[in-house]
């Protein structure tokens, strides 16, 4: 699975049977300089749409978003301490939190790549 996108401007990417979801390069850009991530606890389950995490940048701050229905199995702490790696590596090293799908159908609804690229765009 390549890497999906929601329009609030979190990611999805698949590890296995895990999701890796973090905020898009894009809303990184928007945001600013990244000052306080604020991540929920492992083992939490959200629904789809839910808040799940805050990014506050010097803009402002913004909630974080499922973009799909599961479980927190990790979450990563490196992002709290070093919150400005999501400006540096917001897809990649930046990662917000890992969840196990309880509905991988959700995963079907979200923009790939070329989708994403036009709707960020035009926002």
């Known amino acids: ?19 890796v ?16 991530v604020e991540l929920p606890d492992a083992g939490k389950t959200f629904t789809k749409g ?3 995490a805050v990014v ?11 973009p799909i229905s599961g479980e927190i199995v990790e ?7 070093e919150p400005a790696k999501v400006n540096e590596d917001p897809e990649g ?9 309880s509905d991988q159908s959700e995963i079907d609804g979200l923009m790939d790549e070329a989708a994403y690229a036009t709707f960020a765009a035009e926002a």
């Open 93 to 101: 090293a930046a990662w917000f939190v890992k969840i196990k799908a």
């Open 21 to 36: 979801i973090g905020v898009s390069k894009h809303a990184a850009e928007q945001l600013g300089d990244v000052v306080f």
């Open 56 to 66: 506050e940048s010097v803009k402002a701050a913004s909630d974080v978003y499922a």
């Open 1 to 19: 699975m390549s890497v999906k996108y929601t329009k609030d401007h979190e990611y999805v990417r698949a590890e296995g049977d895990v999701y």
């Open 50 to 52: 839910e808040d799940m």
């Open 75 to 81: 979450v990563n702490a490196a992002i709290v301490d």
